[in-house]
């Protein structure tokens, strides 16, 4: 099961707050890590545009950040372009499941001022409540980004999933 711990004070996007936030999180026996991070991203890794110039979160650094979670059930999703950079082997471990809003080499969609959210997370958060299994609701994910695509004349962001052993019948939170 995965216990779910919510700061509900703002907090800008710099990568010390994100290093803090994550490095601090070290769940209890039965308990895993839920981190959902959204931005604009480059080849390299996520922005972290809070910062001044820029600093890209790349795969190594995203992989420290998460240490305090390893050996416990830990989803982390990406929603950002490039973000299938973030399928590497020092964070598709075997207790993990990885989401990311693209392709390693491809953007995602949806980011603009007529949108409230990108399509990745427009679908995410519209079928969240109607699943009760990782697996289920990333296969209702990349129906939905893949539908929104299409019917409004993007190409394909191709949204990628990992999954550990197992780990694609876990529940939802």
Known sequence: KLHASVDERWRPSGIRVLEETLS????REGEG????????GAPVGLAMSADVPTIFVRT???ESMLKGCTGRPTVLVVSACFSGLYMQPGLTRPERIVITASDDDLPSFGCSNNNRYTFFDQCFLDTWSSHEQWG?????INRCVRET???????ASRPQFFFGPGLRELALP
């Open 24 to 27: 601090s999180l070290n769940p």
């Open 33 to 40: 890590c839920l981190v959902y991070l959204t931005g604009h």
């Open 60 to 62: 190594t650094r995203m």
């Open 136 to 140: 289920v609701l990333a296969d209702a």
């Open 149 to 155: 695509e299409r019917s409004r004349g993007f190409p």
